[in-house]
């Protein structure tokens, strides 16, 4: 097993990270620069997405008074 370690230095920070690949593996040099940059596109994805929007409350009703359900 083989490690390779990379990193990219990106407008929204370092990103760093490592392929762990059999010692027989057989990606050509321009293979592995692909799966680098895919691990560092889908990294800014996660970094630059907008948040999830909160969830509205569930209220229930008792005797007419209202109150968020847990």
């Known amino acids: 097993m083989i490690k390779i ?3 990219f230095d990106t407008p929204h920070g370092k990103f760093a990270d490592a ?3 059999p010692d027989d593996h057989t990606f050509t040099e321009a ?3 692909a799966m680098k940059e895919q691990r560092r596109d889908n990294w800014i994805a996660v970094v630059t997405a907008p948040p999830a929007p ?3 409350p569930e209220f229930i009703e008792i005797d007419g008074v209202r109150y ?3």
Do not use: M
């Open 68 to 70: 968020v359900k847990a």
């Open 31 to 33: 293979e592995i620069q």
């Open 5 to 7: 370690d990379f990193q």
């Open 54 to 56: 909160e969830p509205e």
């Open 19 to 21: 392929l762990h690949l």
